[in-house]
């Protein structure tokens, strides 16, 4: 299986964005940690375990999933992730 890779664009300040994203993870009982410019998270849904790491620099948010369920396509995590942190 191979990795999924995708930008999110962002607008505001990074610390908005970073924010955004904990608050979405924490809410599905997941993990964020997080370090000046990227970190890591792992999340489950529906007892299926996502984990992933991510960067930021400029506007962007860079994200790797790492792990998935292989019945979830990496574009159905990226709209669900563009949405949330629009």
């Given amino acids: 299986m191979s990795d999924c890779n995708f930008k999110i664009p962002f607008t505001g300040s990074i610390e908005e964005a970073l924010n955004k994203a904990k608050s979405v993870v924490e809410s599905q009982g997941g993990n964020f940690s ?6 890591t998270f792992d ?14 620099h400029d506007q962007i948010l860079e994200m790797t999933i790492l792990s998935k369920p292989f019945f979830i396509p990496c574009s159905t995590i990226e709209s669900f992730l563009t949405k949330q942190l629009s």
């Fill in 43 to 56: 999340v489950n849904i529906l007892g299926n375990a996502i984990a992933g790491s991510y960067i930021l």
């Fill in 34 to 39: 997080r370090t000046e410019t990227g970190g």
